[in-house]
């Protein structure tokens, strides 16, 4: 995966920080490759996590059958953005629509899976592994990481996960464990003198015989491999002006300062929900949608003039869109197919196709695009790995990336 | 499983044959079945007949001081509405409880039935909802459903309250059946609907639950194959007598109290067994669990990783010291587990999902920050802590922790650098066995349960 050099700009912070004694060698042996460089491709995940209301995201304006289903929740010909005489944006998306006009943004239209899970865990899960049945023991990222993984060197994945939730599936491995952190502060190592000793004496052997010790283990390098290589960063880090104030651009702010000094990693993680609107929907989902769009908007904004634009996609999922019809709580129950967004420069403004909302499963929306032809298109046409091995079929893939 | 496993697998749930536990049997008892005990908890447990030691821990009841103190810390919380120090709330009587055991299974249970007061965001229903679980907790499990089904904090959590007639709200009645009684698979998309019309009209009246029979859909359910149900409770009896159910319960105990990783089902079998022969008791499986060759077997030891709490609260008990609530709140948030502020309705996933790089510093740096801190108070005080636990040597120390708190003996080697690094680091003001505890900490193993 990481063997693909795009562009090599020599004499990068990377090599300044790669050539310090504090980074360990396993980062060394990532850059002495002389793989990783500035101008390799980053790939940024946003997962909406409670099932994003795909309907009210990307509305049906012009249908009567959107406005028949919807009366509580419904946000109307007066208020959407429009796209066109069918379909509009959520009000609170104005930064999606400015970048999809610039060509920053592709909608890809109705998004799911055959048999469509309804429980948040498991259609996580799928989404995470690329998997429709269990087990779900890795994920797709992971599997790319895997594909890659120096087993002498073994430990700091070129992945990364921002965030206070558990690690994601989508990031899990086999052979490699990816750092994840709340924030730059949280990997400080308290000072004292007892501590900082047993952490640099102590370095135990993987014995291969525990599964829950071997872990422990490698989790105890990971950490310590990615304070080290944090120390090298300095203080705290300030979120740049044009961000808004908010949790997901405080972690985007953090990845792009991340990427500006080529930190390493190609696959950054963060999360943002919950979008589990069973119950006065209206209010809460435009919150989120702002915060989704203004987050997302900044941050590509912020590596367009940082001159990164090119270097940089993110994708925005979310485990299962919501019923066509609301509930009796002015929301929306879970559901299946919904639009996903992939943002960069010198994108498709749409792929795929809206579903409809007369020809129903269930009460439910039917799939138009498989997420595994999402996942084959970024692999392929972004991070230029084969995806087969890694989605365990052949999926088609579209013509987002042009 | 292996063969040999296999011919085992009911044999490993006959009760341990002993009469007296060994010290280290004992803090595993300790640990698993509440915190932790410390030294000299654990010298009395081994003097006592093992039977006794385990029913002792599973009918202890609470001390009537900490009752009252809790009733007034209640009061505050619910007069200024306060739901962010529920946690602190929760934290002060882990460090206090003489029931140990009983406090453990409520944290279990809070993780089943999640409920979280960032949606709830009342202090009062969070509380009560604790008190219904903490009166439930070793009752049979339909009760406990009932109750949890009428529960204004979990109605509010899961939309219940506003389940009507004409307009079903799925939300409770999918999580009921996935993630309370019977998990995934066990039912259809069609049982969701069914079970979501026999839950309408159950609804929150000022903070009081009330059944609204104007918003009850009375015509009958077919759920989960059987035809004529009508009412939420129907509902409820039939869904915890399916075979599923039993299994399901006892499969969550089992990752609970024994071990993080999957076990074969058929070593679930009797323990669900055990629970239908009892009427969905929790007490009788739990003496099952603590009472067998398997807990005190390589299926159990070090097959667990420590929850923040466990953790935290662990440590304290193991040391005989109590710390500021609130500030131990907020680190614990930090390590990811707030107490009343589960992450999502499934609960904490547990195991090895508690660990990631930033946990795993935050973990070692909570360690020091307890054993540091200047709100930290230590039975007989701090300078004495070496003496109360016999240690005159780093090797007395490094041993002693090793004793009270891992989970398996350290190979020779990591004893050597560990009693290394404490006899060059130590200061007069810490002591060996705090600096012990702080050297250990840094340890992958220190993580094992």
Sequence with gaps: MFVNRRRFLAGSAAAVVASTSV???????????????????????????????????????????YHRNRFAVRIGQREVLKIDDYLGWHPSLRGFENMQQAGNLCVVQGVGYPNPNRSHFESMDIWHSAL??????????????????????????????????????????????????????????????????????????????????????????TALAANRRLEALGGAQDVPRVYPRTELARKLALVSKLIGIDFGPRVYYVSLGSFDTHSQQANAHAALL??????????????????????????????????????????TDHGTAAPLFVAGSNLAKTAGKYPSLTDLVDGDLVFNVDFRSVYATLLEQWLEIDSQPILGAKFDTLGLLS | MKTATRVLAKDLWLPYETDRLTPREAAHLARRAGFGADWSEIQAAVDLAFFDVVDGLLTAGENAE???????????????????????????????????????????????????AAKVNSAFPMLAQNETIRQFALEPFEQMVIAISRDPAMLLYLDSATNRRNNPNENYARELMELFCLGIGNYTEHDVRELS???????????????????????????????????????????????????????????????DLAPDPRLLEPLANCLRENQFAIRPVLR??????????????AKKIRSPVELAIGLLRCIGGSTSPTQLSSSLAELG??????????????????????????????????????????????????????????????????????????????????????????????GKLLCAFKALATTAEFQLG
């Design chain 2, 66 to 116: 900490l009752d009252q103190q809790s009733q007034a810390m209640k009061a505050v919380i619910q007069a200024g509405n306060l739901p962010v120090q529920l946690p602190a709330w929760w934290l002060y009587r882990l460090q206090q409880t003489a029931s140990q055991a009983r406090e453990k299974l409520v944290i279990f249970w809070h993780g089943h039935f999640a409920t979280s």
């Design chain 2, 337 to 430: 587990q707030s107490l009343f502020y589960p992450p999502n309705v499934k609960g904490w996933d547990g195991g090895m999902r508690w660990i990631n790089s930033t946990t795993m510093i935050g973990r070692i740096n909570l360690v020091t920050e307890i054993l540091t801190n200047a709100q930290t108070n230590f039975v007989g005080g701090r300078n004495r802590l070496d003496r109360r636990f016999d240690v005159s040597s780093a090797a007395d120390a490094v041993q002693r922790v090793e004793m009270i708190w891992c989970a398996q003996p350290l190979e020779d080697s990591h004893r050597r650098k560990l009693i290394d690094i404490v006899e060059r680091t130590v200061t007069r003001r810490d």
């Design chain 1, 290 to 331: 702002a915060e989704l769009a203004g987050a997302v908007a900044a941050f590509h904004g912020d590596l367009e003039s940082s001159g990164r634009h090119d270097q940089v996609r993110t994708i925005c999922f979310s485990e299962f869109g919501r019923r066509v019809k609301e509930n009796g709580s002015a929301g």
């Design chain 1, 132 to 221: 429709l049945t269990p087990p779900h023991r890795t994920g797709w990222i992971g599997r790319c990481f895997d594909g890659q993984a120096d087993q002498t060197s073994a430990n700091l994945a070129p992945g990364l996960h921002l965030g206070d939730e558990p690690l994601p599936l989508a990031m899990t491995g086999l052979n490699i464990m990816v750092p994840s952190l709340k924030s730059i502060e949280s990997l400080r190592v308290a000072a004292d003198e007892t501590v900082r000793t047993a952490l640099d004496e102590i370095d135990e052997t993987l014995e291969t015989k525990d599964e829950l010790i071997d872990f422990l283990i490698q989790a105890r390098r």
């Design chain 1, 23 to 65: 980074v360990p060698r396993i980062w060394g042996a990532a850059n002495r490759r002389a793989t990783r460089s500035a101008g390799d491709r980053v790939l940024v995940v946003i997962q909406l996590s409670g099932g994003n209301d795909g309907l009210n995201t990307v509305i049906p304006y012009g249908d009567d059958a």
């Design chain 2, 197 to 259: 019309r026999a839950f309408t009209g159950w609804e929150i009246v000022r903070g009081q639950f009330t059944f609204n029979q104007f918003q009850h859909d009375p015509t009958p359910k077919n759920l989960l194959g059987k035809a004529g149900i009508e009412s939420g409770e129907e509902a409820i009896a039939w869904i915890v007598t399916r075979p599923a159910a039993a299994r399901f319960v006892a499969q969550k105990l089992y990752r609970f109290y024994v071990s």
């Design chain 2, 288 to 301: 099952m669990i603590f009472t067998s060759r398997l807990f005190f077997s390589d299926l159990a030891y």
